[in-house]
């Protein structure tokens, strides 16, 4: 069965499901220090590209957010509606509306929360993944004065 990854056309490509194909890697840059440049490639790759997977996933978790959040706010509002209606006309159809409505609403502040701990918890993520990419850059950096002719 065919299918797209990506969000946006340019950002689509082409796969199908059970085969090996899948998408493909982003272009990767040469450091040059190294031969061919091939080492600091595989030693940063992976964390290179796990930064630009969370990268994706804190956009698409702020985006749940975004829509929860206005999801939350028009429910608050069909709660409040049903509550006045229950008072009002005090008959057990209000009051269950009402109650399905309180129930709605919590639920999407469940999901809210949710949502705001993965952001919570990917941004830890991305905080030690950005420590061990400058550890490795740093220990793969020549010492001071390396390489470097004396001058009279």
Not at 9 to 16: C, F, I, N, S
Not at 29 to 49: M, P, S, T
Request: aromatic share 4%; proline share 5%; net charge negative.
């Amino acid at each position: 069965m065919p299918g797209w990854v990506g969000s946006e056309p340019e950002d689509q490509a082409h796969y199908t499901l059970g085969s090996a194909r899948s998408v493909p890697s982003p272009p990767r840059q040469r450091c040059g220090k190294c031969a061919g440049g091939r080492g600091a490639v595989r030693r940063y790759g992976n964390l290179q590209r796990r930064l630009m997977e969370a990268r994706d996933e804190f956009t698409r978790l702020r985006e749940s957010l975004r829509i929860l959040d206005e999801q939350v706010a028009f429910q608050q509002g069909v709660a409040d509606e049903a509550e006045t209606r229950a008072v009002v006309a005090e008959t057990p159809l209000a009051d269950r509306e009402h109650r399905e409505a309180q129930g709605d609403l919590a639920r999407l502040k469940q999901q809210r929360e949710e949502a705001a701990k993965a952001i919570a918890a990917l941004a830890a993520e991305q905080d030690d993944l950005l420590e061990r990419l400058h550890e490795q850059q740093r220990a793969a950096r020549p010492a001071e004065g390396w390489g470097e002719r004396e001058q009279d």
